[in-house]
């Protein structure tokens, strides 16, 4: 008679569920604070930590920049269906700053391409962007045809995002905004604690979706948001800042941990018959 045995690398259910309470109880100890606030006057230490700054290759920043938009575009829409129309409103605006930065960063790679030969265009990708369909629905991991495709893109984009902003605001103009990079830090924090409680229950694909979410808006936090020239500026203190890198650690590490699960899962190579 066959057996089917579990290969030893697929992690029990015990260390999973161990791995999952660790991770929530990470966010809710004693001693971390539960809000996040953006400081004044950063010393020169904190200026010359090079891992929180944002890549200089310009494909790799749009991508990034894309990711986070997503991120608040996505949170924005979450705080207009459940009637927070400040809230929205703030992170819609933060979602504008973020097209906007990513629009600078395409004019610059366009002029930077235009300066030499035409063959220094940079082309990425085979698909052409040739109608505001196409760029509409392209997924997160664009693929660009040069510097002149990415502008149009950005563009389109930027113009969605004044659209949005101008149809959601207040009517009331000396309405107080709420604090948007706060309302941003606790969505994320959210998404992680239930990532964690998927994958307590074993729903390891929704919860590497969640943590992957977590982790982009902890991103945009501590990477992207301070280059927006928001105002006031974000600029997070330097235990701040620490806090941000460990907890994108800490859910890097359960977003690949749960992909490993679901993919020993899909492709049970260690399954074995005797």
Sequence with gaps: ???????????????????AVDFVGSFESPGNRSSIRSGTSPSSADLVDITDQPS??????????????????????????????????????????????????????AASATGGSPSSDVIVGD????????????????????????????????LTAVEHAEKHAPSDVNAEMPDAMEAIFQEALVLGRK??????????KDAASLYSKSATLLYFLLV?????????????SSSDRHRLRR??????????????ETMALQHPEGLQSV
């Design 56 to 109: 200089v290759n310009p494909l790799t920043r749009l991508q990034s920049l894309i990711r986070c938009a997503r991120a608040t575009t996505e949170l924005a829409n979450e705080k207009l269906k459940a009637e927070k129309q400040l809230e929205a409103f703030s992170t819609q605006l933060v979602c504008l700053a973020i097209w906007k930065q990513a629009l600078h960063i395409c004019y610059d790679w």
């Design 195 to 204: 990532g964690a409680v998927a994958e307590l229950m074993g729903n390891m």
């Design 1 to 19: 008679m066959k057996n089917i045995q579990k290969s030893p690398s697929i992690s029990a259910p015990m260390a999973i569920d161990r791995a």
């Design 247 to 260: 907890y994108i650690d800490m859910l890097t590490l359960r977003q690949n941990q749960c992909n490993a």
């Design 127 to 158: 698909e052409a962007l040739n109608s505001s369909a196409n760029i509409a629905h392209m997924s997160e991991e664009v693929d660009f045809q040069g510097a002149a495709a990415a502008c149009s893109m950005m563009e389109y984009e930027f």
């Design 224 to 236: 992207e948001a301070k280059s927006l020239g928001l105002n006031p500026p974000f600029l997070p």
